[in-house]
């Protein structure tokens, strides 16, 4: 296969991951953002679904608020962000 080929299947993977992270985040913003608490989901069921949707457990899934500290290292996102694929 030449490079050109390779180069087109690497940009479609991410281009994918970032329409599916997108779609996540959109989730998260609506049910935040919904106005009606009986129709937002259960705070600890959205966690849960999150996880399984990023194929991640729910311990997992709390590590990127730590993510957010100013104090996280560069090297610790990566280590993590590795483990998401």
């Given at each position: 296969m030449e490079h050109g080929g390779q180069a087109g299947m690497v940009f479609e993977l991410c281009r994918n991951c970032a329409g599916f992270y997108r779609k996540i985040q959109e989730e998260i913003e609506a049910?935040?953002?919904?106005?009606?608490?009986?129709?937002?989901?259960?705070?600890?069921?959205?966690?849960?679904?999150?996880a399984l949707q990023l194929g991640r457990s729910l311990s997992e899934l709390k590590q990127f608020r730590a993510m957010a500290s100013p104090s996280f290292k560069d090297e610790d996102v990566k280590d993590f962000a590795g483990k998401l694929f």
């Open positions: 049910n935040l953002g919904e106005a009606d608490v009986d129709r937002r989901d259960d705070g600890e069921v959205f966690e849960t679904k999150v």
